[in-house]
Every structure is written in C-alpha cells, then in structure tokens.
T-cell receptor
C-alpha cells in the first residue's frame, strides 16, 4: 500500500507570505495528524482529524494556522502570514484507529523555511 | 517544560558495544512507542508497549516499559553501523485517548565500524 505522502518536500518563503502544505494519508485511515518539529526541539502535536472533523486542535500555535480535511481524504495546512518562528519540519501521520496504542504512519515531512 | 525527557541526546559508539536510551516523565502514559527516523524521512514505528513492566524484543533491541508507566528504555546489544539513526520515544497520556503523542527530543545514535 502507498504510504503517507506530503507535498512539497521543501518550501522556502519570505516572512508574510502564505504557504499551503498537503498531506495524503494512507487510504482508509480515518485519523490524520499534523505534527511539527522546530530546530532543536521535540516533535510537537498540532492537531488531529477524524475523517473531516477536527478531533483535537489543542496544539495549533495561533490563528495564522488553518488546517482542513474536506471530504475526509487529504488534508491541507495553511500558514498565513508566515513568520520566522514557523520554520521547521511539518509531519503528517495517519492511523486507522485513533486510540492510545495505535501506531502512526508518518510521511517524510515538509521542511519549511521562512526567511 | 519537557514532558518526556529522553537521554542521551547524542551517542557515538563503536560497533559491538551495548547502549541504553532512556525516556522519563513524571506523568503516566497509556502507551509508549519507540520510533526510528532516518534523514529526510518520517519516523517509523519500532514497537509499542502498553503494560507496566512490559518487555519487548526486536532482534538486538530490547524495549521496557516502567512498572508505573512513567518511563521506558531501549537497549541495543552489540550495536552495528546499520543501527545509526535518530531514535524517538513517544507516549500517549492517560487522559488523552485520541492517539495524540508526546515526543521526547530524540537520541542521535552513531555507530562507527
């Protein structure tokens, strides 16, 4: 089966611009997660979708970040306007079950650099 | 504040040596997962432990979950250059059942031939 796919793999934008990251989960996985790793820090949870609904968005840093999952398939994460501190690697992960012992299948990440 | 403390952050050893990576917390976890990440790729699950005191083995890797489910360790026996990579522990807190994981900072392991 195809794994989790993220696009683009790299993005370099200027402060104030907008960037949209895309994630295609494994087919049939209702649970989709966004995580982020900024330089020198641990990977941190951003939000969790169950199908098209936001189950938990407690990790979203502020209202410059907007995540959507229309139709419950692929998801997008938009940053508008981007700030320098938004630089990092954004990971998407999917799982068939959103339980405490469900393994997450991660994509290769999008490396975002804001200059 | 780091909820899940992972140590050491960096480890450079010779082939054939043994090593242990630790993850510690003051919080109780429903489960603890260990991932391995290669450069340019996403984390890949190695194992999940869910029961206090549980021990799981994966070839030369031994994973243990603490009795109180607040800590875990990864022990590698006779490390090989192919074990080189970033090892991550990640836990699901008991009060969050939605699959949200708390990650440790990771251990960058380098095994020299």
């Amino acid at each position: 089966e195809a794994g989790v796919t993220q696009f683009p793999s790299h993005s370099v934008i200027e402060k104030g611009q907008t960037v949209t990251l895309r994630c295609d989960p494994i087919s049939g996985h209702d649970n989709l997660y966004w995580y982020r790793r900024v330089m020198g820090k641990e990977i941190k949870f951003l939000l969790h979708f169950v199908k098209e609904s936001k189950q938990d968005e407690s990790g979203m840093p502020n209202n410059r970040f907007l995540a959507e999952r229309t139709g419950g398939t692929y998801s997008t994460l938009k940053v508008q306007p981007a700030e320098l501190e938004d630089s990092g690697v954004y990971f998407c992960a999917s799982s068939p079950f959103g339980t405490y012992n469900s393994p997450l299948h991660f994509g290769n990440g999008t490396r975002l650099t804001v200059t | 504040t780091q909820l899940l403390e992972q140590s050491p952050q960096f480890l450079s050893i010779q082939e054939g040596e043994n090593l242990t990576v630790y993850c510690n917390s003051s919080s109780v976890f429903s489960s603890l997962q260990w991932y391995r990440q290669e450069p340019g790729e996403g984390p890949v699950l190695l194992v999940t432990v869910v029961t206090g005191g549980e021990v799981k083995k994966l070839k030369r890797l031994t994973f243990q979950f603490g009795d109180a489910r607040k800590d875990s360790s990864l022990h590698i026996t006779a490390a090989q250059p192919g074990d080189t990579g970033l090892y991550l522990c990640a836990g699901a807190l008991v009060y969050n059942q939605g699959g949200k994981l708390i990650f440790g900072q990771g251990t960058e392991l380098s095994v020299k031939p």
